[in-house]
């Protein structure tokens, strides 16, 4: 286990060089990371930084949806599918549709019942009636 | 000399989490990168370390991991971290008040001692990449009582109760002139939040809860819902006012 990768940030202009990261960080303020890509995702083609590279090739939240989302706190990377799986849990807590509509299409993906790491659409894909209705 | 191999392995860990063994505490204040390093040495201890009695306490992998992980996913970059971790117990000199001593009562209850432990185990500072600052304090309270008794066949005996309250307190001072939002739906009953709105805007969740019997596991999940209360009062179309922050202000 590799300790906490430092989020890249960049000043004004180095973006318009680089191609930056799209991984989204963060738990309550959410952002992109921004570090300079080096690959894009094997599977939904975001670029990704060498920090957030997974196995295969895939960005960390594809990763989670192949059942690599780490249950370890101590795992750096336990916070993204922590932060799904808590956001969830909020929303029936407070049941706030405002905070809902805060949400990454990541952290949107766990309202979908039997869709447990759709991190594409959220509940805006499709009109199959199986999104989030509880608000 | 005994466990030589063991004692060996703990001089190569992050200080801090020497500290936590030796010391069974902490106070520090760093970069995010600092914490994830003492995060990746903890991780690796039972790997290495077997003995049981210097396993961190119980308490720095079930709360303190945790909520490290989740507020440095929000802390800037350059910002700052502060956690001042004491996980002695309840029941240490310092902590604990003078006792006071009541008659009994009730038929064969001689007297009652009674005494109070006060135990602010965790605090909790972070400076956040939206410009806003989160704080979170929990105390323990503890009420012993030792109940002396008569047997009706004349035996002296003694009962040792406890009641444990955990006060919890979540506190966020937004960036000046930031304005409030009331949010569309309430918390939940167990937690409670004061709102002091001015040119520096401060909102405060608070709630007791029930010790003891609980399963700690769960208390970073409960102070995570605290918190989330403070981030439904910013309106959202602010996030983004600084650097790559999208939600809140």
Redesign the interface.
Known sequence: ???????G?HRDGEEDELTPCSVT????????C?GPAVAACGQCGQPICQAHVEANGLCPECAAAAGYAPQ?????R??GG??RW?HH??SQ???????Y??FDSYDRGSFNPGDDWNSGSGDFGGDDGGGFVDS | MFWRKQRAAIDGFHSLHQALIWQRGFSATMLPDEWGRLVHSLAGHGAVVRRRKWAPPPRATTVVVPLVQVLSADTRGDGTLSVAADLRGPNVQGKLSAQQTFPGQRRGVRKIVEWWSYDPWLSMRAELRDGSELELTIADRVRYRKIHKRSQSGKYKTKMKTKTVQRVSVTRRLPAGTALQRPPSPPPRWITVRVRDGKRPVIRASAKLMAGGQDERALPEQILHMATELFRWSPASAAGATGTARRTS
Do not use: K
């Not at chain 1, 286990?1 to 989020?7: D, G, L, V």
């Not at chain 1, 370890?72 to 750096?76: A, E, F, I, S, W």
């Open positions: 286990m590799e300790p906490r990768e430092r989020r940030r960080t963060g738990f309550f303020v959410l952002g992109r921004g370890d706190p101590h795992d750096p336990w916070v922590y932060r808590f849990r909020t807590a407070y049941n706030d549709p405002t905070w509509s805060s």
